[in-house]
C-alpha cells in the first residue's frame, strides 16, 4: 500500500536512494532510537545531503513512518494467512518471532512519537487502519473479530514493549504450550 503523503520515486536512482535511506534508517532508529536521531544522523550514515533526504520525506516523522510501511510490507508477503486459518498457534509465535524485533521496537517508537508529531500519528493512523482491514478481512469468519483484532494487537504491542524494556522473549516451544493451553489450541508443531 502506498502512502497517502509519500510520492513515489520517479526514476531508478530516485528509488535506490530512497530505498537505502530507508534501509539507513530503520538501522539508525533501531540502534539509537527515534527520538536520539537527527536527519544528519541518518544523512552522514546513508552518505548523502540532509537535503537528499528532504528530496524524498518531508520530515523525520514521515521517514519513520515509511521505514515501519515497508518492513511490515516485506514480512506481511512472507506471511501465510491460509497456515494461520489452519494452525492459529503459527501466528501466535510470530509475536516472538525474532526475525520481527526491530519492527517490533520501531513500532513502540512510532507510538511514542505519534503523541506529538502529526506526521508519524497520521501515519501510524493510516498503517493500523489499512493493517486492521486486512486482518478483520481475514476473520471474517469467526465471531467478534474486532475483539480478536484487538487481542493481537494487544499482544503485538505488549511484546514490542518487553523487549523494548529488554526482557527477552520466552523460548518459542514453552510459549507455544502456554498459549495454546490459554487459548485452548494445539501447540504449534
Do not use: C
Request: net charge negative; proline share 5%.
Amino acid at each position: 500500500m502506498t502512502s497517502a503523503f509519500a510520492d513515489p520515486p520517479i526514476t531508478p536512482k530516485a528509488a535506490a536512494t530512497r530505498a537505502r535511506l530507508l534501509e539507513v534508517a530503520a538501522a539508525v532508529f533501531i540502534e539509537h532510537g527515534y527520538a536520539a536521531v537527527s536527519l544528519r544522523d541518518i544523512a552522514k550514515a546513508a552518505e548523502v545531503t540532509k537535503g537528499a533526504i528532504y528530496g524524498h520525506f518531508r520530515s523525520k516523522g514521515q521517514l519513520l513512518v515509511e521505514v515501519i510501511r515497508t518492513q511490515l510490507a516485506e514480512r506481511d508477503a512472507r506471511f501465510d494467512m491460509d497456515a494461520v486459518a489452519e494452525q492459529p498457534m503459527t501466528a501466535f509465535i510470530q509475536f516472538i518471532n525474532p526475525d520481527s524485533r526491530d519492527l517490533r521496537l520501531l513500532q513502540i517508537d512510532a507510538a511514542a512519537a505519534a503523541r506529538h508529531d502529526p506526521d508519524v500519528a497520521a501515519g501510524v493512523q493510516e498503517i493500523f487502519a489499512a493493517r486492521s482491514a486486512w486482518i478483520l478481512d481475514s476473520l471474517s469468519h469467526l465471531d467478534h473479530s474486532e475483539v480478536l483484532l484487538y487481542v493481537i494487537n494487544a499482544l503485538s504491542s505488549g511484546v514490542g514493549v518487553q523487549e523494548a524494556h529488554g526482557r527477552p522473549a520466552p523460548d518459542p516451544d514453552v510459549w507455544s504450550q502456554v498459549v495454546a493451553r490459554a487459548f485452548g489450541l494445539r501447540a504449534a508443531p
